[in-house]
């Protein structure tokens, strides 16, 4: 201290840090460091000072070195880290380890208000993950990142691909929460048999001892393995939502509070096993739910969202192959509305790719020889043949299935049993306790605390909680083995509340076989190979038909190709004009009364005749016709009404739609939901997306080709076709099993809270209904599940 003057103590406004200087101070407030200082000045200067009210002192506590980030400047380093690049914008994902509360997410997501050039944020909070889109004209990978460290988010980068590791890294510990709950629930089962079975004048004086054990058992039990509860109930809390976690956070806690109590007085041993084994269990279930998501991730990832299957070159051969063996240098062929599945460099064709599911822009962008086309664009021109130079896990597309841009706005299909019960679970549970609480209140405080806790004990939702993961993981584990891959658990109860079927024709009823085709024109070796190199180009079933027929050839150069849904296809092959399709696409007027399916040929405007095609229906359509007595069924086809009369025995005549556009087929869709129809559509997902998004539950048809769809809510192996009726009804029973566990969790908890409300719910009745109940479910549910497969012979 100097006379007459008292030295404060003075700390960062931006971080909190102590401050060694007074040389970093602005509109007289104090900072450690030039770092903190430029923070504050980027968020005046962008009018964000207002972040300061989300957190006394928000900013990340780091030393503030010398930039480092030189080695950003790097073209070849910068292309390992970015998830994907055009002329335009650059996308990259970084994770970030200071992102620690809400005030780290809000200036992370207003970071274009600090820099114009980055045009969008998405912060991952659980996986400290920023997703930021930004013009790399205006702003380089290396001044982005040293923006970000200046206000004091400096990214973690490396180049063994960080952020796809962080994305494999168990965050939530659940293995090891299940071996201390385990550990901790076996211990005190073993310190509580003398309470069980009676305690002697000996036993008598370890009572105290054990009741102190068990203590310590429990906290570790509530403070870590329990954990998650508690947050999720909060974060739900916080939002206005009542789900499942709710009660069980509750149950939780009040176990704990209620042995503490018991064991401090010495009024009694306590609820430390039940609070042990609901934990554990609680803890399984999630283990197998998880797991149930693991096993889902493949099929988000790669069947619901990538094609099944991807065409190879080998040897001259084109040959399709699995997705999931597509690897770093084979030479892929991409036609026409197919995605490209990985990234890739451009070999051979002209490429017009559209990236609107990565970027939003709806204009298709021209790619050059050599040029890397990135996942995720659809080619929207000719065929074109790419060398793979990235595993498909690696590529940004991977990541774009639980992209906001495919979530429905105000989606309310996806609301399962469980989330509506749990609603009116929490308030019925909480007004059954104050009830009983208010009972016995004027008459006997310490009864009606015990009955309190006691119903929150009781009623604690464990089994319910645990019915839909181990249902749901059997029923996911039947449709997967039947070649019937859904999206998520909620769209097996979406399967069991259809009313109303919807099919497309070609390729989804009939199969893609080049057998039933007749060429009625005589076209030389060249114009076949025209005609086939035209075709080659295509996924349409009907071109992949045509192209069986005339065999293998060498497909010659195409360009200005064009396809048109459900019309035909144009393209210039040499000084040659060809054009394949309908009637009224190559020929500018509608055939009269067509005795069957024809694609007509034209080359340099001259007709000359065209396929003709007697469709061969899929095995199992007449099965599928016969559920007409519970399911409104209906036909829309693009071509048109000539099968009419063979169809009749598959459809009502009412209930069939030809020349149907993609577009109608939508508003179709659209006018039967009106009407309060919950439909399946079901397409082959080339032609049919519109169609498929807008129903209620979409489900893509695919005979191992690349189908693409990213509204579909399923993919049906062409093979299992057949097996829809069971489908169906097997998801039924699957919902049924779920209402029954339910029932058998409630009449548990009706049993012990004829227990609870009298105040006299002993610890043994609790340790007795608990795990119980919990182990009734479990085998319940799985052998339920089973033997409805089994009844559905699905197994």
């Not at 923070?39 to 010398?66: I, M, W």
């Not at 197919?338 to 990565?358: M, Q, R, Y």
């Amino acid at each position: 201290m100097i006379r007459g003057l008292t030295l404060e103590k003075t700390i960062c406004y931006h971080c909190g840090d102590d401050c060694e200087t007074v040389a970093y101070t602005i509109d007289d407030k104090h900072f450690c460091c030039h770092g903190c200082k430029s923070v504050y000045k980027l968020l005046s200067a962008g009018n964000l000072c207002n972040y300061y009210s989300y957190n006394e002192h928000p900013g990340a506590t780091r030393l503030c070195p010398d930039k480092r980030f030189d080695y950003l400047g790097e073209p070849a380093i910068v292309d390992e880290l970015i998830d994907y690049k055009d002329k335009y914008v650059t996308i990259v994902t970084f994770y970030i380890p200071h992102i620690h509360c809400s005030s780290c997410l809000w200036l992370l997501e207003k970071l274009n208000k600090i820099n114009s050039a980055v045009h969008y944020c998405r912060v991952d909070f659980l996986k400290k993950q920023l997703n930021i889109r930004f013009d790399h004209e205006k702003i380089s990978l290396q001044q982005l990142v040293e923006l970000l460290f200046d206000i004091g988010y400096e990214p973690l980068i490396n180049l063994q691909d960080v952020v796809k590791k962080q994305n494999a890294v168990d965050k939530d510990n659940l293995v090891s929460k299940i071996a201390v709950a385990g550990f901790c629930f076996g211990n005190v089962m073993l310190l509580s048999f003398p309470e069980y079975f009676g305690l002697t004048v000996f036993e008598g004086s370890f009572k105290n001892f054990f009741g102190w054990a068990n203590i310590s058992f429990a906290i570790p039990i509530v403070l870590y393995s329990g954990r998650g509860y508690f947050v999720s109930a909060w974060q739900n809390l916080r939002n206005g939502v009542l789900n499942i976690d709710f009660p069980l956070a509750l149950g939780i806690a009040v176990l704990f509070i209620r042995t503490l109590a018991e064991i401090l007085t010495h009024t009694g041993a306590g609820f430390a096993d039940t609070l042990c084994g609901l934990v554990f269990f609680l803890l399984i279930g999630k283990f197998v739910q998880k797991k149930t998501y693991h096993h889902l991730s493949f099929e988000r990832d790669y069947r619901s969202f990538f094609p099944v299957a991807v065409h190879i070159i080998q040897n001259t051969v084109e040959k399709p192959i699995p997705l999931a063996q597509l690897n770093i240098g084979h030479r892929i062929v991409i036609r026409n509305n197919e995605i490209i599945p990985a990234d890739a460099i451009l070999l051979k064709g002209h490429a017009l790719v559209d990236f609107s599911f990565v970027t939003g822009e709806a204009v298709p962008v021209n790619k050059t020889l050599g040029e890397i086309i990135y996942a995720g664009g659809r080619q929207t021109g000719e065929a074109i043949e790419l060398e793979v130079i990235k595993p498909v896990s690696q590529s940004y597309l991977t990541q774009l299935w639980n992209n906001e841009v495919f979530t429905r706005k105000n989606d309310k299909r996806m609301q399962t049993f469980n989330e509506k019960v749990s609603r009116y679970f929490t308030i019925i549970l909480l007004s059954i306790a104050f009830a009983s609480l208010i009972f016995w209140l004027p008459t006997d405080i310490k009864r009606g605390l015990a009955a309190f806790t006691a119903v929150l004990i009781v009623a604690c939702p464990c089994a319910l909680a645990l019915s839909t993961p181990f249902t749901m993981a059997a029923a996911l584990s039947i449709f997967d083995r039947n070649r019937f891959y859904l999206k998520n658990v909620a769209v097996v109860e979406q399967l069991a509340d259809i009313d109303t079927i919807v099919m497309d024709k070609t390729g989804t009823i009939t199969t893609g076989t080049s057998h039933n085709i007749k060429l009625e024109a005589k076209l030389s070796d060249e114009q076949k190979q025209l005609v086939y190199s035209v075709c080659t180009n295509s996924t349409h079933p009907l071109s992949r038909m045509i192209c069986q027929y005339l065999g293998n050839m060498e497909p010659l150069a195409v360009s200005g190709y064009n396809e048109v849904g459900g019309k035909g296809i144009h393209a210039f092959i040499k000084e040659y004009l060809v054009r394949v399709g309908s009637s009224k696409f190559v020929l500018d007027c509608v055939e009269q009364a067509p005795s069957n399916t024809k694609v007509h040929i034209a080359i340099d405007d001259k007709y000359l005749g065209f396929f003709s095609f007697s469709h061969q229906y899929r095995e199992g359509l007449k099965s599928i016709s016969a559920l007409a007595s519970n399911y409104d069924q209906f036909l829309l086809s693009g071509d048109q009404d000539y099968e009419k009369a063979d169809l009749k025995q598959f459809f009502s005549e009412r209930n069939m739609r030809f020349d149907q556009s993609p577009q109608s087929k939508l508003d179709f869709i659209q006018s039967l939901q009106q009407r309060g129809a919950k439909v399946m559509m079901i397409g082959d997902g080339l032609n049919d997306s519109g169609a498929l998004k807008q129903s209620d539950l979409g489900i893509a048809i695919t005979d191992n080709v690349n189908n693409f769809s990213p509204g579909s809510d399923a993919i049906l192996d062409g093979q299992s076709f057949d097996k829809l009726p069971s489908f169906l009804k097997f998801s039924k029973d699957t919902v049924v099993i779920i209402h029954l566990s339910f029932f058998i969790s409630l009449t548990y908890n009706l049993v012990g809270l004829s227990y609870a409300i009298t105040g006299n719910l002993s610890p043994l009745t609790a340790a007795i209904l608990m795990p119980l109940s919990t182990a009734t479910i479990v085998s319940f549910t799985s052998l339920a599940t089973r033997f409805a497969a089994k009844k559905r012979k699905l197994i």
